[in-house]
């Protein structure tokens, strides 16, 4: 599916949400307590760009349109279209820089999010959340393997896929791991806090141990992480 055809299916099931007015209101709601529960919310995020894109606000806080259109590889009215739908959901804010604005035009709108973070309890809640959530796991996961088999080719990647059974103790040791890579993406985004520039280089982190009923893996995922990481330019 080409993306003006998945644009134009969000489109058609966001003409469920009601009028703007009625957007406003659970936008209001909606800042005091985000999370996958709230409808608005769910439609928001159920495409895997505007997950993306709230993702990148929060890590850089201030992020301007032009910046933030170059790390995620949008096309400029792609953006402004998706990041309205996060600012009427009010998942995102959107400030304008008066001084700037008549050298870089639209550009000088900077975003920030109301939130600090995505927590766990974002994607927690009764069984429709947890419906909610998996399906946009797997949306993000499905592009993300995508995206990390097209870039076999360049500078840095790294691509590695593996099916295996694991012992108790390999689980814990996995998982040992994945919270130092989750230490270095908390170390990385606060670096970032503040310096309004987006990295452009993503590495996507998936490990998932899933086998029902067995009794050396667990029956959920140890844990997704999608990580950006910056890439030193040294002169050649």
Not at 202 to 214: Q, Y
């Amino acid at each position: 599916m080409s993306e003006v055809d998945q644009d134009n299916m969000i489109r058609s099931n966001e003409l469920e949400f009601g009028s703007e007015g009625g957007l406003e209101r659970a936008a209001i709601a909606t800042r005091t307590a985000a999370s996958l529960t709230n409808s608005l919310t769910w439609q928001a995020l159920r495409a895997p760009l505007r997950m993306q894109m709230l993702e990148a606000i929060i890590a850089c806080p201030g992020v301007d349109a032009r910046a933030l259109a170059e790390a995620i590889s949008c096309s400029a009215p792609r953006l402004y279209y998706h990041i309205k739908i996060l600012v009427n959901a009010g998942l995102v804010v959107s400030v304008e820089g008066a001084s700037r604005k008549s050298a870089r035009g639209p550009s000088a709108t900077s975003y920030h999010s109301n939130m600090n973070e995505i927590s766990a309890g974002f994607f927690a809640g009764d069984p429709v959340t947890i419906k909610r959530a998996g399906e946009l796991f797997y949306a993000i996961a499905e592009q993300g393997l995508a995206k990390a088999i097209d870039s076999v080719n360049e500078p840095g990647c790294i691509v590695d896929f593996r099916h295996e059974a694991l012992l108790p103790q390999e689980v814990e040791l996995v998982k040992r791991h994945m919270a130092e890579i989750r230490v270095v993406l908390a170390t990385a985004r606060r670096r970032r806090h503040g310096s309004k520039v987006l990295v452009r280089s993503t590495v996507f982190v998936g490990l998932c141990a899933i086998s029902a009923g067995s009794p050396t893996l667990p029956d959920a995922p140890i844990s997704t992480t999608r990580l950006q990481v910056e890439v030193e330019n040294k002169p050649v």
